[in-house]
């Protein structure tokens, strides 16, 4: 399976070409930007917005939420 590119850029884990190509508009604009900014503690881990949305669609499926 192809997942296309990942990468990190300015300290930043972009997992998609348009992610990257997006990042290096903003900058090459001068526009501010963050990635992922909002995260979610459950204790023992942080999650990220689409890594929040994986492990609950993971545990729900398991569990038959």
Same mark, same amino acid.
């Given at each position: 399976?192809?997942?296309?590119?990942? /990468?990190?850029?300015?300290?930043?884990?972009?997992? /998609?070409?348009?992610?990257?190509?997006?990042?290096?508009?903003?900058?090459?604009? /001068?526009?501010?930007?963050?990635?992922?900014?909002?995260?979610?503690?459950?204790?023992?881990?942080?999650?990220?917005?689409?890594?929040?949305?994986?492990?609950?669609?993971?545990?729900?499926?398991?569990?038959?939420?």
């Amino acid at each position: 399976m192809n997942r296309g590119y990942a /990468s990190f850029y300015k300290g930043h884990y972009l997992r /998609s070409s348009y992610e990257y190509a997006y990042a290096k508009y903003l900058d090459y604009h /001068s526009i501010p930007w963050g990635y992922e900014v909002k995260v979610f503690d459950l204790g023992y881990k942080f999650y990220g917005r689409k890594e929040l949305l994986k492990f609950m669609k993971k545990v729900c499926n398991e569990n038959v939420c």
